[in-house]
């Protein structure tokens, strides 16, 4: 009788992995343009939660929400996981991904795609704003907070 060859299992590097990925969700607000802006920050992993909301003092929508996007990357401890970052914000999309010219805000964009360019497994998506996807709308409603909390406006 021949003996029978056992199998090896595939290098790791070979084998298809699906992972979980780092949910984010970023928003920026801002009480005029420019004005008092904040931005915030909801992610969850594998059923945990963070949320973060900053106030920014005097800045326009743009930067607040480019500032969200740093916030969120900042407050990962790992860099090898995979990410869907979640914006509304078409100009966050278009600067940072798709190659467009900003006139304003090019260091604080090259800071970010340099911050992004750390994260191999980042994805960015486009949500539609203020169209009741609950942890957009959590995010939109935190930075709005923070404004108003910080800066002693009412709505």
């Known amino acids: 009788m021949k003996p029978t060859r056992t199998q090896q299992p595939e290098p790791v590097e070979k084998r298809t992995r699906t992972r979980e990925p780092v949910v984010i969700y970023t928003d920026g607000a801002c009480s005029g343009n420019p004005g008092p802006a904040a931005c915030a920050v909801a992610m969850t992993y594998r059923g945990r939660e963070r949320k973060k909301s900053v106030y ?25 996981v995979p990410i869907d970052l979640h914006t509304d914000s078409k100009y966050v999309i278009g600067v940072l991904t798709q190659g467009w010219k900003a006139k304003a805000n090019q260091q604080l964009i090259a800071d970010i795609k340099a911050l992004v360019a750390q994260f191999p497994e980042l994805k960015m998506v486009k949500v539609p704003g203020h169209a009741g996807v609950p942890l957009n709308e959590l995010v939109d409603q935190m930075a709005r907070d923070a404004v108003l909390l910080r800066s002693g406006f009412e709505e």
């Open 56 to 80: 920014l003092g005097s800045a326009t929508n743009n930067v607040a929400e480019l500032e969200a996007v740093r916030l969120a990357l900042s407050m990962l401890k790992r860099k090898d």
